[in-house]
């Protein structure tokens, strides 16, 4: 079974808890990121695109453990940046475990197998490994080589001291269906307790937008892998609801329910979900309660979340489901007893989905403009530090992490001290630092992908 019972009878109880107290929205996994640095630059990352100084904040032991009993969630997760970057990771772990929360530490495992010894087999923590698919897919997906080989060794030590570990695996545009089903094999080989899958998503930061999935060739693509793993899906073992399974393989229909899966780091908390940024509460109450939930999801027409069939969003809402009637119930028993329910590739005819409206070009380094709405925007969703002009002949320089109807929050220049500005004040804005969201790292590593396979008919 790759959930252990204890954890599908302690969620169980929980949704059963927040059924009868009819509360409407309630959280389920609380996405916890102490830091934002990696030691990857993957290609369909935008955590890890801020000036240094953000990079180098962390939450502390103390902030983490204030975010998680604030929330209540049953389980936590850990994503990043790295989280074994983080100088007190063990000691994190070790409070959450003794709060009895199930905890899925998310990890690219480069530092894994060093950093064990920080850690203690438990039924309440498993590391989560992030792996893309086979050697040459992972590979290319983290911009690296050999960190298939690397996250491999690592998880064949965490495995043999006791530890439970599960993989984390994004699907792109142009995955091989054949080639994605020998990795759950070659998954299944490695003994992991179960793996998380989930298609990528072309958030607003990310790097290499070109390459993730819409909605209609993530069906499509879910249906060619699960018809190429043939009988041996049987034996494939996944970390996550079959019925959020079934909604990727486009046989069930659910809406977006961000608030159960919040995301909490440097900044507060993160609304309205773990990808789209628009703005930070200071509370989970205040996450709740300050985000205009009507403007997010499928069925609100946001063109950022037309595509979206992420599992953060997605998965919360397949458990509600199962619990919400006998139906439900029975839905997930049969999908988790009897398989999935995975139709035929291109059994679903395509539906017709509304074209979103071709974005203006970001402004960059060196625009600038008079304070608006519209500059005030543009500040915030800049990768880079601004220079706002105000009131008097003042001027401030930072990064705007967070803009309000009426103050904004800016982390001065090369610091982490914050300073919340009225918004009233300001009177000009320009993008005056180095936007890192405009790194090439991809770009770099298939040139010299591409490079290194000409060499041998070069010669």
Known sequence: MPVP??????????????????????????????????????????????????????????????AVDECGAPIVSIPGGEPLLHPQIGELAAALVARRKYVYLCTNALLLEEKLPLFQPSKYLSFSVHLDGLAEEHDRSVCRDGTFETATRAIRAALARGFRVTTNTTLFEGADPERTAAFFDEAMRLGVEGMMVSPGYAYEKAPDREHFLARERTVQLFRRIFAAGGARRKQ?????????????????????????????????????????????????HELLGATEWRRYGRASGNPACRDCMVHSGFEATSVDHAFSSLRGLAAMARATLFGVAAPAPGSMPPRAVPAAAAPDAAPTRGWSADASPAALRAAFEYRGDVTLELEGGESAEGYVTDVGPSALRLWTRGSTAVREIPVARVRRIALTGRDPAAGKSFETWKQRQAHAEAAPAAS
């Open 5 to 66: 019972l204890s954890q599908m009878a302690t969620v169980a109880g929980y949704v059963l808890k927040q059924k009868l107290a009819r509360r409407e929205r309630y959280p389920l996994v609380l996405m916890l990121e102490p830091l934002y640095r990696c030691n990857l630059a993957c290609a369909g990352c935008g955590k890890i695109q801020y000036p240094s100084n953000v990079l180098k904040a962390q939450l502390s032991v103390a902030e983490c453990l204030r």
């Open 236 to 284: 494939w073992r996944f970390n996550q609801s079959p019925l959020f399974l079934e909604f990727l393989l486009g046989a069930r229909d659910y809406e977006c329910t961000p608030w159960a899966m919040p995301s909490y780091g440097v900044f507060g908390w993160q609304k309205p979900c773990y990808l789209l940024q628009d703005g930070y509460a200071q509370s989970y």
